[in-house]
């Protein structure tokens, strides 16, 4: 079953411009994550941020988490057209426990 | 490290027929997981070990699915006989636990299996 759901599925966007993709989760967590998928490709990881964590940044990345409203986003700055890629969140519900994927927010970014 | 190596990268093969998929973690990893990816499932976990041993196989779709780690640098995933809705990306991913129990996950290129 699908713990995080993403949002929006699909996004368009101008080189330059900000990007943000939020994910919802149902039940507690230890930990979320975020990755990037280019097609074709396997997942490559971004950033992980725990449940006691807030924000977190990586560069252009910067990740927001309120577990008081289940809720993360992940926010790309000054957006390239090498963003361009699918974005997935996934939750580890404890420590050592695997991860669930949601469903991805493909990103498309124009020159 | 070369990253996590899966082969083959592409398989066609008929209904019936047995697909091994094979992969190789990066060293000092101490888990695997082999996942299956579909345009309507999404990300599915099938299994996963922890030093060698599987731990939690309940994603396995159903009894033509076995995999195996006989060792910390090689595991395997067969399926026997091999249908159509089989048709996927298989991808292979390894880590290793922190000391809080979170750890993140390297992927593999992935396998696409086109069942006929």
């Known amino acids: 079953s699908q713990q995080g759901e993403e949002d929006p599925q699909a996004l368009s966007i101008q080189e330059g411009e900000n990007a943000t993709m939020n ?10 994550q975020w990755y990037r998928q280019n097609s ?31 809720s ?34 493909m990103l ?4 | 490290d070369a990253g996590v190596i899966q082969s ?6 008929e209904m019936g027929q047995e697909v091994t998929l094979r992969c190789k973690p ?5 888990y695997l997981f082999w996942y299956r990816q579909t345009m309507m499932r999404g990300l599915e976990l099938l299994i996963y070990f922890n030093n060698n041993v599987p731990i939690d196989d309940s994603g396995m779709p159903e009894d033509r699915f ?10 395997t995933l067969k399926i026997q006989p091999s249908e159509p ?11 290793i636990a922190g000391t809080s129990g979170d750890y993140e996950q390297y992927f593999g290129p992935g396998t696409r299996l086109t069942v006929t």
């Open chain 2, 66 to 75: 076995s995999a195996k780690m006989p060792n910390a640098s090689f595991s």
């Open chain 1, 40 to 70: 074709g490709r396997g997942l490559v990881h971004l950033i992980l941020i725990r449940s006691n964590e807030r924000e977190k940044h990586s560069g252009r990345l910067r990740v927001t988490l309120d577990t008081s409203k289940k």
């Open chain 2, 85 to 95: 809705r089989d048709s996927a990306v298989y991808f292979c991913a390894s880590g």
């Open chain 2, 26 to 30: 990066i060293s000092g990893h101490d």
């Open chain 1, 108 to 111: 498309l970014v124009s020159p």
């Open chain 2, 8 to 13: 083959p990268r592409h398989e066609v093969t």
């Open chain 1, 23 to 32: 994910c919802s989760y149902k039940t507690s967590i230890n930990n979320l």
């Open chain 1, 72 to 105: 993360s986003s992940l926010l790309i700055t000054a957006s390239r057209a090498a963003d361009t890629a699918s974005y997935f969140c996934a939750t580890a519900n404890s420590g050592y426990s695997t991860l669930t994927f949601g469903k991805g927010t």
